[in-house]
């Protein structure tokens, strides 16, 4: 009995995060339905937890309001992401809900798309590696679309339908 709570969890996890479908406009790549709602039972189960600490250890109650706060705010945010592939190009939504960050890519406009690793800077002056995809155009505008989970997913598709519009892919992971 004591395995039980950490099932669902489990099956959740090895069901995928990313859902792949197809409809006129080409492959859409979005999170699975699970992923808000696993956000919803993470913030009640942390008010929850909230409401009856609140008197045996205030400090921690409120650690947990919080937290419960914090996931309610950020729940939106994968329910609006998604990476949708089309002949034409691919577009990518992507960022916290209040400020989602769109990115349009035409094939037709690029020269190549490099897999590249960048480096960032965080206020500590650490640097931390990250992956993207940087779409170059014919006029020398670099596009950088990071390459987070749902562009993982769709990359392959990205790169097949980049490369049969005779764009260039450069580089590998």
Avoid at 29 to 58: C, E
Avoid at 136 to 144: A, H, K, L, Q, Y
Avoid at 151 to 169: F, L
Wanted: hydrophobic fraction near 45%.
């Amino acid at each position: 009995m004591p395995r039980l709570p950490f099932l669902a969890p489990t099956a959740l996890l090895l069901a995928g995060c990313v859902s792949e479908g197809a409809d006129a406009g080409g492959h859409v790549y979005r999170y699975a339905t699970w992923v808000p709602l696993l956000g919803v039972l993470a913030a009640a189960g942390s008010g929850v937890g909230a409401w009856f600490l609140r008197r045996a250890n205030l400090a921690v109650a409120g650690g947990l309001a919080m937290l419960s706060l914090g996931i309610l705010v950020l729940i939106p945010s994968p329910a609006s992401h998604e990476v949708r592939v089309d002949q034409d190009g691919f577009r990518c939504v992507a960022g916290p809900w209040w400020s989602l960050e769109r990115k349009e890519v035409h094939f037709e406009d690029l020269r190549e798309i490099r897999r590249v690793v960048e480096t960032d800077e965080n206020s500590l002056g650490k640097e931390t590696p990250y992956r993207r995809l940087l779409c170059v155009t014919w006029s020398g505008e670099e596009i950088r679309i990071p390459r987070g989970e749902l562009v993982a997913e769709a990359e392959d598709r990205i790169v097949s339908a980049a490369t049969e519009a005779g764009v260039e892919v450069i580089g590998s992971w």
